[in-house]
T-cell receptor
Framework: DTGVSQDPRHKITKRGQNVTFRCDPISEHNRLYWYRQTLGQGPEFLTYFQNEAQLEKSRLLSDRFSAERPKGSFSTLEIQRTEQGDSAMYLC?????????????FGNGTRLTVT | QKEVEQNSGPLSVPEGAIASLNCTYSDRGSQSFFWYRQYSGKSPELIMFIYSNGDKEDGRFTAQLNKASQYVSLLIRDSQPSDSATYLCAVNVIQGAQKLVFGQGTRLTINP
């Protein structure tokens, strides 16, 4: 078990560019979550998947954000036309449906800086 | 009113003493409660979770839950400098999926 893996660890981009992040969950986990954390705040829920189905999206997730989990394994989070306010740590986590309220285990995160 | 509130600190505790971290939440229907530790620049790391009223102990850590008063706390006994971090309280507001609402975190410093 290698834990939740995220790539890249850091991303610096210019305003207006598109970026894509990848998350590989713990292999037997069928639920995958994306959270965002800004400096001095706790993480905020963005969206989650059960297998390949995206079951809920936060209103924080504007139309510029899209997440996919095409085969129910890894997930991608894309941000189009990035803005400086998108600068944050993007955290991925996974859990197992079969264990009821199995706690979330986060990956190391992708830190995005928009200049 | 924020859904999950924590004192942002900083909370300073001498080494070897008990550190007490508190959290209140607004949604009475909340089902499960979590404490995460976060070192600067790192991702949150799960320390403990608690579902039922009362105390839950794990090593030097004790989580306490009082649903009637809508608060959850974390006690760290025999505090070590390595415990210096931000502690995040999180509440699950729905059944099943882990849609957690986090507090802003309490920054804890253990002084040698």
């Amino acid at each position: 078990d290698t834990g939740v893996s995220q790539d890249p660890r850091h991303k610096i981009t210019k305003r207006g560019q598109n970026v894509t992040f990848r998350c590989d969950p713990i292999s037997e986990h069928n639920r995958l979550y994306w959270y965002r954390q800004t400096l001095g705040q706790g993480p905020e829920f963005l969206t989650y998947f059960q297998n390949e189905a995206q079951l809920e999206k936060s209103r924080l997730l504007s139309d510029r954000f899209s997440a996919e989990r095409p085969k129910g394994s890894f997930s991608t989070l894309e941000i189009q036309r990035t803005e400086q306010g998108d600068s944050a740590m993007y955290l991925c986590a996974s859990s197992s449906l079969g264990q009821g309220n199995s706690p979330l285990h986060f990956g190391n995160g992708t830190r995005l800086t928009v200049t | 009113q924020k859904e999950v509130e924590q004192n942002s600190g900083p909370l300073s505790v001498p080494e070897g003493a008990i550190a007490s971290l508190n959290c209140t939440y607004s949604d009475r229907g909340s089902q499960s409660f979590f404490w995460y530790r976060q070192y600067s620049g790192k991702s949150p790391e799960l320390i403990m979770f608690i579902y039922s009223n009362g105390d839950k102990e794990d090593g030097r850590f004790t989580a306490q839950l009082n649903k009637a008063s809508q608060y959850v706390s974390l006690l760290i006994r025999d505090s070590q400098p390595s415990d210096s971090a931000t502690y995040l309280c999180a509440v699950n507001v729905i059944q099943g999926a882990q849609k957690l609402v986090f507090g802003q975190g309490t920054r804890l410093t253990i002084n040698p």
